[in-house]
């Protein structure tokens, strides 16, 4: 069964980082492209950032509205994904989702919180 | 970036009825490989989203032959006959062809 668990999210202060993780198991991990998508309250699903597998150098790719700010990163010894996010803005609060295989899989979400 | 437009944005539907869910993007979607990288997405209310379809019209597993995709090119549909209560939340078509990935606005099923 394939899984994917998100966690590290919080209450952050503005132009504070958090780093968030997601776990994952049931799948070959070194294989498949990582994504992060996001979504703020009561709002639609935002594609934020992309690593790719070894085949692919691990290329990365973000979104605009969080180029320059948010940092993914993978460990494919330990089949997790990370999302560093740097100068945290109000707009950032949402849950946060990790996915895979072309959005076959989801996980759970983490809310992030950006509040003073 | 592909802009993708869903409409309606809401659709009220009693159970049993059929539902039609247009996606239109600002760009072809078939890729250089010819295959078209359109997805549906579908999000019951406090949960995490679930991929239905994949590539315009393949379902996923599990997913019932309720559910069918069509379309190419631009323009994209998702139809649900027969809907039932599980099907009522939001709809988000994206595509996967051009990277950034874009997802459309959603389009909110809810009963009639």
């Known amino acids: 069964e394939v899984k994917l668990e998100e966690s590290g999210g919080g209450l952050v202060q503005p132009g504070m980082s958090v780093k968030l993780s997601c776990a994952t198991s049931?799948?070959?991990?070194?294989?498949?492209?990582m994504e992060w998508v996001r979504q703020a309250p009561g709002k639609g699903l935002e594609w934020v950032a992309e690593?790719?597998?070894?085949?692919?150098?691990?290329?990365?790719y973000y979104g605009r509205s969080v180029k320059g700010r948010f940092t993914i990163s993978r460990d494919d010894s330990k089949s997790l994904v990370y999302l560093q996010v740097d100068s945290i803005r109000s707009e950032d609060t949402g849950i946060y989702y990790c996915?895979?295989?072309?959005?076959?899989?989801w996980g759970q979400g983490t809310l992030v919180t950006v509040s003073s | 970036d592909i802009v993708m437009t869903q409409t309606p944005l809401s659709l009220s539907v009693a159970i049993g009825q059929s539902a039609s869910i247009s996606c239109k993007s600002s760009?072809?979607?078939?890729?250089?490989?010819?295959?078209?990288?359109l997805h549906w997405v579908f999000q019951s209310p406090g949960q995490s989203p679930k991929r239905l379809i994949y590539?315009?019209?393949k379902l996923d597993s599990g997913v019932p032959d309720r559910f069918s995709g069509t379309g190419s090119e631009t323009d994209f549909t998702l139809k649900i006959s027969r809907v039932e209560a599980e099907d009522l939340g939001v709809y988000y078509c994206?595509?996967?062809?051009?990277?950034?990935?874009?997802f459309g606005g959603g389009t909110k099923l809810e009963l009639k």
């Open positions: 590539q315009v019209s």
């Open positions: 994206c595509q996967g062809s051009y990277s950034p990935w874009t």
């Open positions: 996915t895979s295989g072309w959005f076959a899989y």
């Open positions: 690593i790719r597998n070894r085949a692919n150098n691990y290329a990365t």
């Open positions: 049931g799948f070959t991990f070194s294989d498949y492209w």
């Open positions: 760009q072809s979607l078939k890729y250089r490989d010819g295959k078209t990288y």
